[in-house]
């Protein structure tokens, strides 16, 4: 396979990994730094844009940039092992919490989310994002692989139950990237494909009982995606509103500061999950192709460090991670292009927002944890 | 267990890095998936959603062109726009109608008109339009609606222009009005240049010169936000305003006419022969042009529609009427250019004709007869018994051919539309409409302009005009010439039909000289009227019977009329042009069930050749019943 010479090639510079270097010293990976930075800035300036230059909502935006990477450089200084060696508690914890904010949660924007301890608020459900795959991946290092079918079974409970309890909130964006996240494990892990189909075939089966589980608005926002005109001035604006954007913005967009859409409202959401809109508006199909390569230079880093790691439990979190952040992305800008259905999922690194931010940025510390506690072994 | 782990270890290896790269390509191939839609919607689409977003935030708002004005000849305002303020309603922003009327109608009094208008206008617009709820709001009712807006959220007072008539009443039959549009009227107009525009003509020179009156839309292109409020104006296209209309008509000539037949039904055209322009065209009673213009309600209209008067009826244009005596002239020139009559030719009168095969008697209007009559004298006193003969010797064809080649029966093509034609009856004429064939009797009596011959004011006037003119015609016509906005002038130049000829010209002057007699000759049937004027007139006076006198068994026309009602009364017609060597105004006069039109036109003629009566000199006539103070003989 040509591509295994091209993984081959990445290895080359490692060589010199004899000793370390300071970046390693602090535990930074400096590829997928520079490229969480470079997005980061790119999003800053789709944000100025977007928020009608409101200087306040990009100060926001740094402040919740600063916190994110502080946990990033917080979470890279945890060695693997410490991870694997708490996996299960932390899924534990995780599931806990989530059944608490179903019972006491604070009901925010008609969707209980939020979980209060003194000044802090957690979203549980995004702790989930990192418990499931670390304590999936905890669970294989143990066992052998590939899986049997009773694990998978066990997988499985493992995955629906929080994500259940996550669509329940309703949060049906973050319910499938818990799905995703620990489906990808699986998928890593070596679950047939075989397997994989029947999975894919039930819930396809499955899909008018998931329909009496939707939220009204969530049954609103499948039937738009199948037909915005249903309802053009209501929940079909969005998309339609999304399409004209970008639609508009053509091979090189009209410019920084000058999409009409966004400045003049039309697009709704402009500065959140339908912040892609703008991208394509102001920067046009080349600007979009861009930021799109950079998401996927960040991906084939985390996929570099993935089979760089060194044991299975960081294979299977690296890969895991790698892959959900993959999902996040495209599903928001299939959404924004209208080829997913509206699930309200941001734009990780460029939509405004602090939570997601520092549960993704808590990944790609983990992510660099893995590939910067290496053991000087050769392998 | 070692063992096995490590092989496990590297099998694992080798597992998780080729899912990777399974994974890596499913991934490429999602992002193609993106990058491929990305490209149908900015590369392949992008013109259809450039269109689509300029949609969203351009807005072209139509700017209304000014109506052009109106003037008379002498440059007098008949016409104009005035600014008022109106109270609109935008009907999406409320959201429970009776309520908000109730509460505004607390601070401005809404009759039960406005409200009912409103609620017409309501369903015939959409729920975006702005619709009036009330117009010609007082100042002190804008002041006392500032200080309440805030209660009202779909509410605004809007300064407009509103088409106003200075002269009210007195030319709504030239001038007619402008209106709301109507559906009807929505199906025929240019939607783009009507964009802006609440109002169109709907009758007279308003209807007739609406394309002219109307102008060009103007544009102004907005920058729009999501809740459609303008952010800043891009560009501006001005409106481009209706032409500004000068009449013919004298104004102070048609307020003299009119205020001369006020209090009577009747019509009065005035033309000046020479050129074909209308000098006054009056017909009363008439009606204010200005409830149209606002709306009125259906008991309002309906009112109007069924008074006995009838206001809305233009009598000068559609009046059908007897030629009753006035026809004399016409067909005395038909005998003399046929040469059937001659100036020298006398007749007896003994007070009856008969004809040869027949012993059906036709009386003359004056019981003993004329006795010796001339063709002079036979127009001067009105002889019928002459003009039965010569209408006998002529026969119908060669009385409908002169009558035709004078423009009756047909339009005269004047710049108003509504006129009707009139008719000039032929035996192929009564076949068609009555199904019976047509007798002698029918040429006879159509001879001294009774029976099935039917004309409008606008065709007697004209037909003078043209005996004034000796022949030559002139379409009449209302409009003298357009002024465009830079002040350039477009003149109307009608195109004229073609002029009566006479084989002998001679001919118009024997006719002229016995329309002169009319006033001067002691037997003439204006004698009075003659005597009173400093100027030639040529005159022709006329009866028309309103109901025969055999029907109700009456000999007598004269001596009966006052003691009948009033509806029964005869009309009074006249035709005269002055003076008779350079003619300056041609007129016809009909005043219904009334006996007054000859000294009506007196005085509308001694106005415009002598200047403003001296009111105190000519005692007024008039009242309803028809009895008259200046006691002018009834004329024949």
């Known amino acids: 396979m040509p591509f295994i010479h091209f993984i081959d090639r990445m290895r080359k510079p490692e060589r010199s990994s004899q000793y370390r270097t300071f970046w390693q010293y602090i535990h930074i990976d400096i590829g997928l730094l520079i490229g969480i930075l470079l997005l980061t800035f790119l999003g800053l300036l789709i944000l100025y844009s977007s928020s009608n230059q409101n200087i306040h909502v990009v100060n926001q935006q740094m402040i919740h940039i600063g916190l994110a990477f502080g946990v990033l450089f917080l979470f890279a200084q945890i060695p693997p092992m410490t991870y694997r060696r708490w996996a299960f508690w932390i899924y534990i914890i995780s599931l806990i919490l989530l059944i608490a904010v179903s019972l006491i949660g604070h009901v925010g924007k008609g969707a209980a989310r939020w979980l209060t301890i003194g000044y802090v608020r957690f979203q549980p459900s995004e702790m989930m994002k990192l418990a499931i795959p670390m304590f999936l991946a905890w669970h294989y290092h143990k066992i052998h692989l590939p899986l049997t079918l009773r694990t998978v079974m066990v997988s499985a409970v493992i995955i629906l139950i929080p994500a259940l309890l996550t669509a329940k909130q309703p949060d049906l964006g973050t319910a499938i990237l818990l799905v995703i996240a620990g489906g990808s494990v699986l998928l890593l892990a070596g679950l047939s494909w075989y397997v994989m189909t029947a999975f894919i075939a039930i819930l396809g089966l499955s899909g008018p009982a998931v329909w009496y589980l939707l939220h009204d608005y969530q049954r609103q926002r499948v039937l738009t995606f199948l037909n915005p005109e249903r309802d053009p001035l209501g929940a079909g604006y969005h998309i339609i509103q999304s399409k004209i954007a970008i639609g508009s913005g053509g091979l090189f967009g009209k410019g920084w500061l000058n999409g009409t859409q966004s400045h003049l409202h039309f697009l709704p959401e402009h500065s959140t999950d339908f912040i892609f809109a703008v991208c394509g508006e102001e920067f046009g199909f080349l600007g979009s192709v861009i930021l799109i390569t950079l998401f996927?230079?960040?991906?084939?880093?985390?996929?570099?460090?993935?089979?760089?790691?060194?044991?299975?439990?960081?294979?299977?979190?690296?890969?895991?991670?790698?892959?959900?952040?993959?999902?996040?992305?495209?599903?928001?800008?299939?959404?924004?292009?209208?080829?997913?259905?509206?699930?309200?999922?941001?734009?990780?690194?460029?939509?405004?927002?602090?939570?997601?931010?520092?549960?993704?940025?808590?990944?790609?510390?983990?992510?660099?944890?893995?590939?910067?506690?290496r053991k000087l072994l050769t392998t | 267990m070692?063992?096995?782990?490590?092989?496990?270890?590297?099998?694992?290896?080798?597992?998780?890095?080729?899912?990777?790269?399974?994974?890596?390509?499913?991934?490429?191939?999602?992002?193609?998936?993106?990058?491929?839609?990305?490209?149908y919607l900015q590369l392949v689409n992008h013109t259809l959603y450039t269109t689509l977003s300029k949609k969203n935030w351009l807005d072209l708002t139509p700017i209304e062109p000014t109506r052009g004005l109106i003037y008379d000849r002498n440059g007098i305002l008949l016409a104009e726009n005035i600014p008022i303020f109106s109270l609109d309603v935008i009907p999406n922003k409320i959201t429970y109608f009776p309520h908000m009327l109730a509460e505004i109608g607390k601070i401005i009094p809404l009759s039960d008109n406005d409200i009912s208008q409103f609620q017409k206008q309501l369903k015939q617009h959409r729920r975006f339009d702005e619709i009036t709820l009330k117009l010609r709001l007082t100042e002190a009712e804008v002041a006392r609606f500032s200080e309440n807006q805030y209660r009202f959220p779909g509410l605004l007072v809007k300064a407009r222009l509103i088409r106003h008539y200075p002269l009210a009443n007195s030319l709504s039959h030239v001038l007619g009005y402008v209106g709301r549009i109507n559906t009807d009227e929505l199906r025929h107009i240019n939607p783009t240049n009507y964009s802006a525009t609440h109002y169109i003509g709907k009758l007279g020179i308003e209807k007739f010169y609406e394309d002219q009156l109307h102008g060009t839309v103007g544009y102004e292109q907005a920058e729009n936000d999501a809740s459609g409020q303008a952010i800043r104006i891009l560009n501006k296209i001005k409106p481009i305003p209706g032409k500004n209309l000068h009449l013919t008509l004298d104004s102070k000539l048609q307020l003299a006419a009119e205020q001369a037949l006020s209090g009577h039904r009747g019509a009065i055209v005035a033309i000046q022969p020479k050129t074909g322009d209308l000098l006054a065209l009056v017909s009363e009673p008439s009606y204010d042009p200005t409830v149209f213009v606002d709306g009125m309600s259906n008991e309002d209209y309906q009112r109007l529609q069924t008074s006995p008067d009838r206001p809305l009826y233009n009598r000068a244009l559609r009046g059908l009427y007897p030629f009753a005596s006035p026809i004399k002239p016409f067909i005395a020139l038909e005998g003399l250019n046929s040469g059937i009559a001659s100036p020298d030719f006398t007749l007896f009168d003994p007070g009856w004709y008969k004809l040869p095969n027949s012993q059906h008697f036709f009386h003359d209007w004056r019981p003993h007869g004329h006795g010796t009559v001339n063709l002079t004298k036979a127009i001067a006193s009105s002889c019928d018994i002459y003009f039965y003969d010569l209408g006998h010797k002529l026969g119908i064809q060669r009385i409908d051919d002169i009558l035709t080649v004078f423009g009756?029966?047909?339009?005269?093509?004047?710049?108003?539309?509504?006129?009707?034609p009139g008719v000039v009856a032929s035996p192929a004429w009564k076949r068609k409409t009555k199904g019976v064939a047509w007798y002698e009797g029918d040429t006879i009596n159509s001879a001294i302009g009774q029976g099935y011959m039917q004309t409008t004011p606008l065709q007697l006037a004209a037909g003078v005009a043209t005996i004034a003119n000796r022949g030559i015609r002139h379409t009449p016509h209302l409009l003298a010439y357009m002024e465009y906005a830079n002040q350039a002038r477009e003149f109307n130049q009608p195109k004229d039909p073609a002029p009566v000829t006479l084989r002998d010209d001679h001919d118009w002057e024997i006719v002229i000289h016995a329309m002169q007699e009319v006033i001067?000759?002691?037997?003439?049937?204006?004698?009075?009227?003659?005597?009173?004027?400093?100027?030639?007139?040529?005159?022709?006076?006329?009866?028309?019977?309103?109901?025969?006198?055999?029907?109700?068994?009456?000999?007598?026309?004269?001596?009966?009329?006052?003691?009948?009602?009033?509806?029964?009364?005869?009309?009074?017609?006249?035709?005269?042009?002055?003076?008779?060597?350079?003619?300056?105004?041609?007129?016809?006069?009909?005043?219904?069930?009334?006996?007054?039109?000859?000294?009506?036109?007196?005085?509308?003629?001694?106005?415009?050749?002598?200047?403003?009566?001296?009111?105190?000199?000519?005692?007024?006539?008039?009242?309803?019943?028809?009895?008259?103070?200046?006691?002018?003989?009834?004329?024949?």
Do not use: W
Not at chain 2, 560 to 578: G, K, M, T, V
Not at chain 2, 595 to 602: D, E, G
Not at chain 2, 627 to 636: G, K, R
């Open chain 1, 296 to 373: 996927m230079a960040i991906i084939m880093r985390g996929l570099y460090i993935t089979i760089k790691a060194q044991d299975t439990f960081c294979r299977l979190l690296a890969g895991s991670l790698t892959i959900t952040f993959f999902i996040s992305f495209f599903i928001n800008m299939g959404m924004v292009t209208g080829i997913l259905p509206v699930v309200g999922l941001p734009l990780p690194l460029v939509s405004y927002g602090g939570s997601s931010m520092i549960t993704l940025m808590a990944s790609f510390g983990i992510l660099m944890s893995i590939q910067t506690h």
């Open chain 2, 2 to 39: 070692q063992r096995i782990a490590i092989k496990n270890h590297i099998q694992e290896i080798q597992l998780i890095t080729q899912r990777c790269i399974t994974v890596f390509m499913m991934m490429m191939i999602l992002i193609g998936l993106l990058i491929a839609r990305l490209a």
């Open chain 2, 408 to 420: 009756f029966g047909q339009l005269t093509g004047i710049d108003m539309g509504e006129e009707l």
């Open chain 2, 520 to 636: 001067t000759s002691p037997e003439g049937t204006g004698y009075h009227f003659g005597k009173l004027g400093p100027y030639t007139a040529a005159i022709k006076t006329g009866t028309a019977q309103v109901y025969s006198k055999k029907a109700h068994g009456l000999n007598e026309i004269a001596d009966n009329q006052d003691s009948l009602p009033e509806r029964l009364r005869n009309h009074s017609l006249l035709i005269a042009f002055a003076p008779v060597e350079k003619p300056t105004i041609a007129i016809a006069v009909i005043v219904e069930n009334s006996n007054l039109a000859s000294s009506i036109a007196r005085q509308v003629m001694d106005y415009y050749l002598i200047g403003p009566p001296l009111v105190t000199l000519l005692p007024q006539t008039t009242n309803r019943k028809g009895t008259t103070a200046n006691a002018l003989h009834p004329f024949h």
